[in-house]
């Protein structure tokens, strides 16, 4: 028998614990791809106006 006050709470749910890992990577890459091409695009532009 237990003689603290803590209650027994079932084991968490797999849907508790969801964290979209895949989505966060997959939007962090597509922003630094997105970075990638406006900045190369943007050296190109500078360099022709020189």
Known sequence: MKTDNT???PPKT???HFAPIGTIVFITLLLALTALIWFSL?????ERHS
Not at 42 to 46: C, G, R, T, V
């Open 7 to 9: 209650v027994e709470r």
């Open 14 to 16: 797999e849907e508790e």
């Open 42 to 46: 943007y050296n190109l532009q500078l």
